[in-house]
């Protein structure tokens, strides 16, 4: 997708989707490139598990800087509730 702001500056975003039904897992991979043309991207991971879902992803900022989530679901249908776990690390990968 290219969008183009009422200044004239244009972004874009591209991005590929992989599901494996079989494997249940989806795997998302984005790329955001700004008026400044650098980029920025994001790589998610579902996978489906007995009782709900597990994704992780990976964000990298245009300066090469990261950040990680992690999302837990545990559904639980006999008493009808969800738990959502949500870790954030920013700068994954600074010391």
Known sequence: ????????????????????????????????????????????TAQRTDDGFERDVIYTGKDGQSATKSIDVIKDPDSGTTIRQVTFDRNADQP
């Open 1 to 44: 997708d290219v969008v183009t702001g009422a200044n004239g500056n244009t972004r874009r975003r591209d991005a590929s989707v992989v599901n494996d039904p079989a494997a249940g897992t989806r795997t998302r991979d984005v790329i955001h490139t700004g008026p400044d043309g650098q980029t920025r991207t994001a790589q998610s």
